[in-house]
């Protein structure tokens, strides 16, 4: 008899039956709680984004532009780049899985540092391909290491830059480097969904290295510094080559007509970028006194999210957080169960942060 899936997707851990807020709420019998679990924007969605929905509301039942043409030309403009190099997906998740459909083949291998995202490696294995993870060293990803995991099978290389869940970013004269050294036949794809928060200077940035690597794709999302996770709308860029053979996979009405829309006027949504980064600096400095003052480890991050070292371990912190109605993300299934990852919320919610940790140690 056939078995009814494969390896990979027995060996992935089932993905937890999590409840909305407003249902966890009405179990625990609390109001008002706070989520600082996913990094998303404490201001809400852009709010040119939002008019911009609202007006292509009545346009639904039309299927979308299937080529995104007047968002890419937009990001186009933004990234100096024409709209053959640049690809829109539902979210940058989407982007992910497509680039492992379009380039990876049986028997080929794919190398990521870890801790890192959990969706490469969902993704990898879903399709039935094999993965290697690299550690970390001292919660950043060591080139070296990643270097060390590539065989002559590795087909693509997953670097999340500034990763999540640490924070950290790479320079770009270390990623340049690796970058020089690497086999000229693998797809890099440099997932780039926090680059808009990175404050050092050095860090790298994909849009000057991908005429360095001809393989290199980089992945940005609207998710986080624009405000609107629940839209679904992310983007890459590449050469035209790598671009031509992903629309050849893409579907055709992947990103939709509502998402265009939002995301090409958070583009000139200026007033909320600035007051974005200028919530997430301000609560960071807060947070990271905060925790000082605690006698609490935390890893200093370039985004907009952050790990602590909790004494009672990351669940248990979690779970009694949860019942004050402050939800923050265990750090079990990223191999990290000391810490708990929070983002910066709105003044008002670091405040009750600190406060409610404070109580519960
Ligand atoms: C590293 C990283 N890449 C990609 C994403 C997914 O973004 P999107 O909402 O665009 O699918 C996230 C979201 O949490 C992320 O942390």
Do not use: C
Request: glycine share 8%; net charge neutral.
């Amino acid at each position: 008899m056939k078995s009814l899936t494969h390896k990979g997707v027995e060996e992935l851990i089932p993905y937890p039956p999590g409840k909305p807020i407003e249902e966890l709420e009405r179990e625990l019998g609390i109001r008002n709680s706070i989520k600082l679990a996913s990094n998303e924007n404490p201001l809400g969605p852009s709010p040119m984004a939002v008019r911009a929905i609202m007006e292509k509301v009545h346009g639904l039942h039309r299927y979308p532009d299937g080529s995104g043409y007047y968002l890419k030309t937009r990001l186009g403009k933004e990234l100096g780049l024409p709209i053959e190099q640049i690809i829109l997906g539902n979210g940058s998740n989407e982007l992910i899985e497509l680039v492992i459909r379009t380039f990876l083949s049986a028997e080929e291998h794919v190398v990521q540092a870890f801790p890192t995202f959990l969706v490469y490696e969902k993704v990898v294995k879903g399709a039935g391909g094999l993965i290697s993870s690299a550690p970390l060293s001292d919660f950043r990803i060591d080139l070296d290491a990643v270097f060390e995991k590539i065989t002559p099978k590795t087909k693509i290389l997953f670097i999340n830059n500034p990763n999540n869940p640490t924070g950290s970013a790479l320079k770009r004269d270390q990623l340049l480097g690796f970058l020089k050294k690497i086999p000229n036949d693998i797809v890099v794809v440099l997932d780039e969904a926090y680059i808009e928060f990175v404050t050092d200077e050095g860090v790298a940035n994909g849009l000057d290295l991908f005429k360095e690597y001809p393989l290199l794709f980089v992945l940005r999302t609207f998710s986080k510094l624009y405000g609107l996770a629940g839209l679904r709308i992310g983007y890459g860029f590449a050469s035209e080559r790598l671009i031509d053979y992903m629309n050849r996979v893409r579907q055709p009405f992947n990103a939709n007509l509502l998402a265009q829309a939002g995301a090409i006027a958070a583009l000139d949504d200026k007033e909320f970028v600035a007051r974005t980064l200028q919530v997430v600096q301000e609560g960071l400095r807060y947070l990271y006194r905060g925790l000082g003052e605690m006698g609490l480890n935390y890893i200093p991050t370039q985004t907009n999210f952050f790990l602590i070292k909790v004494p009672s371990g990351g669940k248990e912190i979690y779970n009694r957080m949860l019942k004050e109605g402050v939800i923050v993300r265990s750090m079990d299934s990223y191999g990290l169960p000391e810490y708990i990852r929070i983002n910066v919320g709105l003044p008002e919610e670091n405040e009750r942060f600190i406060r409610t940790l404070k109580k519960i140690l």
